[in-house]
């Protein structure tokens, strides 16, 4: 089974940057999207951004394309999502996950097969 476990979250103002990491257990990493996900308090798990397995094929919300980007190394098990331009409603738990199968956009919750337990951003105004 496959483990993801997520770093690098805090809290930061508004316009600042950071860089979440999204480290995984085991060697059949590289054969899995990996995505990152969101929740806010008070409500849904939403998308974030995807990439694919060998890291040639991105995919981001509509919310957060040109502020964040996600990239991975899949000699070091690592994903990482660089986040700049930091807004108050970028504030939630984010999550990162790993997809075998799925669609190109992998926007989809059910897509994915295992979470990591999350990590908290804030982004004060």
């Known amino acids: 089974q496959e483990q993801l476990v997520e770093s690098g979250g805090g809290l930061v103002q508004a316009g600042d940057s950071l860089r979440l990491s999204c480290a995984a257990s085991?060697?059949?990493?590289?054969?899995?999207?990996i995505g990152w996900w969101r929740q806010a308090p008070g409500k849904e798990r939403e998308f974030v951004a995807v990439?694919?397995?060998?890291?040639?094929?991105?995919y981001y919300a509509d919310s957060v394309k040109d502020r964040f980007t996600i990239s991975r190394d899949n000699n070091k098990n690592t994903v990482a999502l660089q986040m700049s331009s930091l807004k108050p409603e970028d504030t939630a738990v984010y999550y990162c996950?790993?997809?075998?199968?799925?669609?190109?956009?992998?926007?989809?919750?059910?897509?994915?097969?295992?979470w990591g337990q999350g990590t908290q951003v804030t982004v004060s105004s």
């Open positions: 990439i694919s397995w060998s890291g040639g094929t991105t």
């Open positions: 085991k060697r059949t990493f590289g054969h899995y999207a």
């Open positions: 996950a790993a997809s075998w199968r799925g669609s190109y956009e992998r926007n989809l919750e059910y897509e994915y097969d295992y």
